[in-house]
């Protein structure tokens, strides 16, 4: 049996981020990531972040990994876990990991979950011909490993990610053919939509996908319109060739390890799908069990790195560990998350957590 | 024309999900004890959103009130092998 004070499971920006804080309250971490590498989608994003200088503005988000990745490997009181996946959680706290040629129990005193999420698929007639993907997928095959994964790309869904994953396809050389967005209004932040715009490639809303159409592989697709109602308009169907379709169409957060924890869930679509009830540190409703990122919502990896900083806080102070100034560095977190969730586009994250954060001390005005 | 894949472990459509709430199933449990959907490599990672939209269209149950499968260990798949060497 392993013996560690906080398993944090997941070594994206949530987890090294949490990772970091837990670690410099003076607890000691165990960090475990399922890739041979640490940094979990930043690794992939090749795109400057916004947000104030405490999340990294100006600063792409893979010398972001770059930098974390350093601040852990410095840090004595963090041990890191690759090729590790965490096979289960049991109900007297063994955590059971599996790593290469090796099976692994834990029996941590505090856990973080901070595993992510999962990208959606949508159903529509030949969805399964090669080409067509995910845009993590692309993503992955383009930034980490240098394939482009073809010439004439379809994306589905004008939210951040498609906008920013047609971007860097354009940077690679692709062409967008169009991007689709089924509902009325792009749904990403307009200063990326611009930017496509002005290369010319046409941003199309209320359209999606009717059917995918090719031999051995994706050869194009049919685009149809849809109504108010999102129902389809007949007579506006229309083939666009291609030989990757991509899709942007959101995520879920991969949260199975928090069901079989026992923690309480609740169905919260502007998260993303199945999030687990939190209080204002991000503890859930297990004992010691704190959520970071993603799978506590689906939100920008900025909101998921000061989770990150949060939940790691928290789950060391609940041990006992302290610095000066604890109580304001977590109120100042918590200002931040305030912060990137503001203005219009945080209206349906803000409603969701809303509905799923259970505040034990009042809620912070900030 | 049925080629709408739902769940890509298992090769199942859209169609033939439909075809067995129809004939009775009501749950997604049932589902899967019916179709295997859920119990391949990704464990219900990529069809679980879209088999829960299909199931609340054919039976009016809300997503929010919809019971989920029991989540079972392991989550990833173990060889014997490395069950075996375990220490202690």
Known sequence: ?366 | MDNKIICRCEDLTEEEIRQEIRQGARTLDELKRLTRTGMGPCQGKTCRPMIMRILAEETGVRLEDMVTPTVRQPLVPITLGDLAHEEN
């Open chain 1, 1 to 366: 049996m392993e013996k560690t004070e906080i398993l944090i499971i997941g070594g994206g920006p949530a987890g090294l981020e949490a990772a970091i804080h837990a670690a410099g309250l003076g607890a000691e971490v165990t960090l475990i990531e399922r890739d041979p590498f640490l940094g979990g989608q930043l690794t992939k994003q090749t795109h400057m972040f916004f947000g104030s200088y405490e999340q990294f503005a100006g600063v792409r988000g893979v010398d972001i990994a770059e930098k974390l990745k350093k601040e852990i490997e410095e840090n004595p009181k963090i041990k890191v876990l690759l090729n590790a996946a965490v096979a289960g959680i049991y109900p007297d706290g063994v955590v059971t990991v599996s790593q290469k040629n090796k099976f692994l129990k834990f029996k941590p005193n505090r856990i973080i979950v901070a595993t992510g999420a999962y990208e959606k698929m949508l159903p529509f007639p030949n969805n399964d011909l090669p080409g067509i993907c995910g845009a993590g997928g692309v993503q992955t095959l383009m930034n980490l490993y240098g394939v482009l994964p073809g010439q004439e790309i379809v994306m589905v869904g004008a939210g951040n990610i498609g906008l920013i994953v047609s971007y860097q396809l354009l940077q690679a050389g692709a062409k967008i053919k169009a991007i689709l967005e089924a509902s009325p209004n792009i749904g990403g932040y307009l200063v990326h939509a611009a930017k496509i715009r002005r290369m010319g490639v046409p941003i199309l809303t209320s359209h999606s996908v009717k059917e995918a159409y090719g031999k051995d592989f994706v050869e194009g697709v049919v685009v149809h319109q849809l109504d108010e109602k999102w129902a389809p308009v007949p007579g506006t169907e229309e083939r666009m060739s291609c030989d990757v379709l991509c899709l942007a169409v959101g995520l879920s957060p991969l949260s199975e390890i928090l069901w079989q924890a026992g923690c309480e869930m609740k169905w919260i679509p502007e998260l993303g799908g199945h999030v687990a009830v939190r209080d204002e540190d991000l503890l859930t409703t297990v004992s010691g069990l704190y959520i970071a990122g993603d799978v506590a919502g689906v939100e920008e990896a900025s909101a998921a790195m000061v989770e990150g900083k949060l939940a790691g806080m928290a789950a060391a102070e609940s041990l006992g560990y302290s610095v000066e100034g604890l109580l304001e560095k977590k109120d100042s977190a918590r200002s931040e998350l305030a912060e990137l969730r503001a203005g219009h586009s945080g209206d349906k994250i803000r409603g969701g957590i809303d509905r799923v954060e259970r505040l034990t001390r009042g809620k912070v005005t900030c």
